[in-house]
């Protein structure tokens, strides 16, 4: 499953904020995720750590919730999210997207990025990471 959704989840939560969907997903990254990588690069080295990235993804996540419902709808992620990769992310099958699950995923993309195992990414990880394949 786990290749299956690599960078899929990722790109879902980081569309509007960081990168964009995979090639696997037929979209393109927002031109503005650079910016929002400098944002959270709160110390200002050009690396996101694991805190740096786990606000980010929040915040993402936040931004995603139309309605401030304390999770993600298949109508709040529409355009950016199969609804397969959807389902999938749901443990519970409630047709809800928690903030757990939705960080327990890109977590594994983030360990996916961080090639040099530094614990932080930088923007050409990210870049190689969602690069069309």
């Known amino acids: 499953m786990r290749v299956t959704l690599r960078g899929l989840v990722l790109t879902a939560a980081l569309v509007g904020s960081l990168v ?12 503005d995720w650079k910016e929002r990588f400098r944002i959270f690069d709160q110390k200002g080295d050009g690396r996101i750590d694991r805190a740096e990235f786990q606000e980010w ?15 993600l709808t298949m109508e709040d992620v529409q355009g950016v999210m199969t609804p397969e990769i959807f389902k999938a992310l749901s443990t519970k099958g409630d047709g809800k997207l928690w903030l757990p699950d939705f960080l327990n995923a890109l977590f594994q993309d983030f360990q996916a990025m961080d090639t040099d195992h530094m614990g932080s990414i930088t923007m050409e990880q990210v870049e190689k990471y969602i690069r069309p394949r």
Do not use: E, I
């Not at 964009?20 to 031109?31: N, R, Y």
């Open 20 to 31: 964009g969907v995979l090639a696997q997903a037929q979209m393109t990254a927002p031109p």
């Open 57 to 71: 993804m929040v915040d993402a996540f936040f931004q995603r919730d139309r309605g401030k419902k304390g999770y």
